[in-house]
């Protein structure tokens, strides 16, 4: 019978070469898919317990002065682990300690088989949103009473075990045969449980019928939808009253329903923008409901003009939202009547034919990251319905890994391959060909836009949520983007390809092409990095820009520029030539695609540095970016258009019935104008509505502002940092944490973060940090809302499409108003070209622009009629110049305190 030891240890520290020592150990045995024994006990490290160890955990120097030293109970550990696998989260770091610990008691290290669980549930549990032990005890519905404490971390990590046993015994045989070939990279010894398990299938004669093995791989079974041909019947009004009503279909569906008359009105001003087939623009305030409030009417209209309605999301976390939270609740209100589908790029999606192909070579060149990638892999093809990348969590090589084999990868899809039918991008499309209601994104909406429609199933009605990004998105699209790294990507994934390189010209050509993307793009970072500090501008993670305009440089670096840019674009030229041959004399039809396909590649990118560097296009905006602390060739070439709204009105609106643009963050001081200008819209053309938030804003918020912080203007910026960094540490003490600090300059949110590094106790509050503490977005987010006391710094990405609601957020700082930098490069730019048409580039780009992003940040702390909370804004200008008021007059009515930061304090204090 197999035996399972699960460990866990509480110790003082991460390093035990350096006298770190254990103060808890807890083990619990697992024989036959059952817990049957477990162990505990403090230990005393003789040396002082640090603080942040003793809040973390809860033990005390008083708790372990009288419990045995390791040396009393080696014998007890060695007794359990002995004869049995060695598991733990994080394998090594347990493993290594105690057996660190028994070297030091001149005791022999522990040498049986081990098993890491987190590699286990990266494996098994391919789709968990999240692989600390609190976040797959949350996936498999565990209870973890003690987090922290080394028996119930144990006995949770025992439970996982079990449970990721149970469903890799489950796989398919096939799925158990790819992994067993996987095996012998991996951390954790499964060579015998795999064994075990494919030996139990071969006697296995029940089919599993959602399981379908085609060419050696298992997948998921997908069955065909039914059609639904339903036409809805009754007026809209009737149905809008049915539905909102008090005791109406909402309540029938929805837990805590409340109906709100602004979602209402919302819905019934789209119903009629849509049947008078116009565009228009919505202002929804938080509260509104706004999902809801477009999607009924977008519903109801394509099922009774038989048409098609297309929603566009900023994100594809808020695409995702709506297809698992909204759509669900509406299938219920119009049960087996529309068809709702989710479409997003083609790299979001699994290529089954590439990854086919990158299964069957061996494992023996790839790194760990792949290995562990091609595993999970194999694992989700039995679960996932959509093949998007989404749903993983892919390790950091693993998104490498995966260029290689998405469907933008595959290049145009091949109706002759075996898995043409099986494609999941393929079904995505048949599946929108099919339904009512398409759900997209910004991205994905302007590259169909770039493509001449070529992308989404054709549509004439469309809504437009989070409008506001749609511009910049836009602006992205209708420009390019090229950089050193996916160049040399490209030119690697050439020597990959194992061409028959025939002569020395040849095989030394793919060299040449480096060293050419090498120096250009080192030249390139030696410009942007020999600026003056005074005149660098940062992107919101750190990176130099630099403003691109050749008639600025003197005529040496032009020159050399325009040589090392033609000499790069006629190696890439010999390169395609080559590349052509190699086509005409290609048989297999797997090669021959992978050719073409890089062929592409080379031709874009030639275009892209010929726009970027050599042509002359005053319509263009150009800057590059370099990673300033990064290598030298760490260069980012971008440019995008002037004026968007052009480009959009001739591509987009002219083209489609009726628009409608939605956010709760559209308008400057009731004005529309701005994001009119940026669409490319006349009022004359378009309806325009606010629609007001039910929330109690002057009952809900407190707005305060110092009267009695530096002048940024005239004294230090250290001094202001060190006064604003003193009003985030009090005013945290008093919402206990649970604060969002917005930063315009990401060079004075790191030394925000230094100074209240400085002067706050780690036991007072965790302190976390966009572009220092790592982690995407949202698990910077995630990790916010585990800790009870976490102060969040953010920059721009932080001021929009973070929800964090209830009482996980009390407190909103917004340390500067977001005005862009003046020599931002995109801004600086577009401002140049205002002042030329004789506009106020202040006026009609700088404050609003600057007024929707305070908007935004502002609408961070309500998101409920229950949330309270308070907004400190640490910018006199607010109350000071002439302009504050079109941004106190943007957002809803609040009480507004303008005080000396103590009386402020004490003022946040009483309310609270």
């Not at 549990?125 to 692989?131: D, I, M, N, V």
């Not at 067993?180 to 990279?185: H, N, P, Y």
């Not at 977001?818 to 009609?844: I, Y």
């Amino acid at each position: 019978m197999t035996r399972f030891a699960v460990v866990d240890l509480e110790t003082t520290g991460h390093t035990p070469t350096k006298g770190d020592k254990i103060i808890e150990v807890g083990i619990v045995i697992v024989e036959d898919g059952a817990i049957i024994d477990q162990y505990a006990s403090y230990v005393n490290p003789n040396q002082e317990i640090p603080p942040f160890i003793s809040n973390l955990t809860g033990i005390t120097d008083e708790e372990v002065k009288d419990a045995p030293s390791f040396h009393e109970i080696a014998s007890v550990i060695r007794e359990k682990c002995d004869n049995a696998y060695f598991v733990a989260h994080h394998v090594q770091f347990d493993l290594g300690f105690l057996n660190e610990a028994f070297l030091q008691e001149g005791l022999a290290p522990l040498k049986g088989k081990v098993i890491d669980t987190v590699e286990l549930a990266r494996i098994f549990a391919p789709r968990a949103f999240g692989y600390k032990l609190s976040q797959l005890a949350e996936y498999f519905s565990i209870t973890h009473k003690h987090p922290h404490r080394a028996l119930s971390d144990a006995y949770v990590t025992a439970e996982l075990l079990i449970k990721l046993f149970e469903k890799a015994s489950q796989l398919p045989f096939e799925t158990l045969e790819h992994l067993m070939i996987l095996e012998s990279k991996m951390h954790s010894d499964l060579y015998p449980l795999l064994s075990d398990w494919m030996q139990e299938k071969r006697y296995d004669m029940e089919e599993n019928e959602s399981i379908e093995v085609y060419r050696g791989i298992a997948l998921r079974k997908l069955l065909e939808e039914p059609q639904h041909e339903h036409k809805i019947k009754g007026s809209f009004g009737e149905f809008l009253d049915t539905t909102f009503g008090k005791n109406g279909a909402l309540q029938t569906v929805m837990q805590n329903f409340e109906p709100r008359e602004s979602q209402q009105e919302m819905s019934e001003s789209i119903y009629a923008v849509f049947h008078e087939k116009k565009h228009a623009l919505i202002e929804a305030e938080t509260g509104t409901g706004k999902t809801l409030a477009y999607l009924l009417p977008s519903i109801y209209y394509a099922l009774q003009e038989d048409e098609r309605v297309l929603i566009s999301t900023y994100t594809t976390q808020l695409q995702a939202q709506l297809l698992e939270k909204e759509i669900p609740l509406l299938k219920r209100l119009f049960p087996d009547m529309f068809e709702a589908v989710m479409i997003k790029g083609k790299s979001h999606y699994l290529s089954l034919k590439r990854f086919e192909q990158e299964i069957m070579k061996s494992p023996a060149q790839d790194n760990y990251d792949v290995i562990l990638t091609k595993a999970l892999l194999l694992v989700w093809l039995t679960e996932t319905a959509t093949g998007d990348v989404d749903e993983l969590q892919l390790p950091s090589s693993g998104q490498f890994f995966w260029r290689k084999i998405n469907a933008e990868a595959e290049g145009i899809p091949d109706p002759h391959s075996p898995w043409f039918h099986r494609t999941f991008f393929q079904k995505v499309k048949r599946k929108a060909q099919k339904s009512n209601l398409i759900i997209t994104n910004h991205a994905l909406l302007c590259a169909d836009i770039m493509n001449d429609y070529q992308l989404l199933p054709t549509y004439k009605f469309a809504i437009i949520d989070e409008a506001h990004h749609l511009d910049k998105t836009a602006s992205k699209h209708f420009g390019m983007q090229v950089d050193y790294v996916s160049v040399q990507f490209m030119l690697n994934d050439l020597s990959d390809l194992k061409i028959n390189f025939v002569t020395k010209f040849e095989e030394d050509l793919l060299t040449k092409a480096k060293e050419c993307t090498d120096e250009l793009f080192r030249y390139l970072y030696q410009i942007v990095a020999h600026q003056k500090n005074s005149e660098k501008t940062f992107n919101d993670i750190g990176r130099i820009q630099y403003v691109f305009e050749s008639e600025q440089l003197d005529d040496r670096t032009k020159e050399l520029i325009k040589d090392l840019a033609s000499r790069l674009i006629f190696v890439l030229k010999d390169l395609l030539v080559l590349l052509d041959k190699r086509v005409e004399t290609e048989e297999d039809d797997g090669k021959k695609e992978d050719l073409i396909r890089k062929i592409n590649q080379i031709e874009k990118v030639i275009q892209q540095i010929n726009i970027f560097l050599i042509n002359k296009d005053t319509n263009l905006v150009k800057w590059i970016e370099i990673e300033g602390q990064g290598a030298k060739n760490a260069v980012y070439l971008y440019c995008e258009p002037m004026e968007i709204g052009p480009l959009l009105h001739e591509n987009f609106y002219a083209r489609k019935k009726s628009v409608v643009l939605t956010s709760a963050t559209l308008t400057m001081k009731g004005s529309f104008q701005y994001l009119l200008d940026r669409n490319g819209l006349d009022e004359k053309e378009v309806e325009t509505k606010i629609i007001e938030s039910p929330f109690s804003y002057k009952d809900q918020v407190q707005l305060l502002v110092p009267s009695d912080l530096p002048n940024i203007k005239y004294d230090t910026e250290e001094d202001y940092i060190a006064n604003i960094s003193y009003a985030i540490y009090e005013l945290a003490k008093i919402t206990s944490g649970r604060m969002l600090v917005l930063f315009t300059s990401y060079q004075m949110l790191k030394k925000t973060y230094e100074m209240l590094r400085d002067f706050t106790d780690q036991d007072d509050f965790i302190i976390i940090a966009q572009g220092v503490s790592s982690g995407s977005r949202t698990r910077l987010k995630k990790n916010f809302q585990s800790f009870d006391q976490a102060i969040l710094l953010g920059t721009s990405s932080f001021w929009e499409g973070v929800d964090i609601p209830g009482e996980d957020l009390s407190a909103v700082v917004i340390v500067r108003l977001p005005f862009e930098p003046p020599n931002h490069p995109v801004f600086s730019t577009r401002a140049n070209a205002l002042k030329d048409q004789g506009r106020n580039p202040f006026m009609d780009l700088a404050l609003p622009n600057a007024v929707i992003r305070f908007k935004q940040g502002f609408g961070r702390l309500i998101r409920s009629s229950k949330d309270r909370g308070i907004v400190l804004v640490c910018d006199g200008r607010l109350m000071k110049s002439k302009y504050g008021k079109y941004f106190t007059d943007s957002i809803p009515k609040v009480p507004i305190v303008y005080d000396e930061i103590h009386k402020l304090l004490d003022h946040a204090n009483e309310w609270f």
